[in-house]
């Protein structure tokens, strides 16, 4: 939602790695920002209207990014898209970061505009793992971003890193970085940041998804 130089890039980058992408802003012509090249759905209506929604396709959607120029609209249709779609891959532009610790807790990844850009939206869209948010120069180590899985709520940052082989560099947790220690426990709500060696990328996200084994 939203087709402004934000929407306009996101939806170019996608159509680029080959996903079936669909547009919605209130104003038609904002969609030739997207250019003649451009192959997906553009519909014209307000992102947060379940109508309009279901026009683009919400129901056949894998992921929604909310990127207009209002932090409301965002919001509102980011929380249709998650509650009455079922959509699990919800990302949300704020202008507002101090709205970003409530939006969180509702499980929508924020993104503030002071350190937006699209491919940051990216990599919060696309399936876990398949986007890094930062590569060495050997292609040997990887940093992913990624929210904690349910199944590894309440039990302590060490056991994962054990498990998966990978490093949590840093949790933002309550819109504040934290390094974690021994005694750290996984909370609702936070964001892991993955050191990863490339070789260990299956392992690392099949620990993730499988949950903790026995201790």
Known sequence: MGCGRVGSTLARSLEDRNHTVSVIDSDPDAFRRLGPAFNGDKVTGPGFDQEVLQKAGIKRADAFAAVSSGDNSNIIAARVARETFNIQQVVARIYDPGRAEVYQRLGITTVATVKWTADQVLRRLLPAGAEPDFRDPSGTIRVDHITVPE??????????????????????RLGEGMLPNRQTVLQEGDMLHLAIREAEVDHAYGVLESGPEDL
Do not use: C, P, Y
């Open 151 to 172: 199944q590894w709520i309440g039990h302590r940052s060490v056991h994962f890193q054990e498990q998966s082989r990978a490093r949590i560099a840093w949790i933002d």
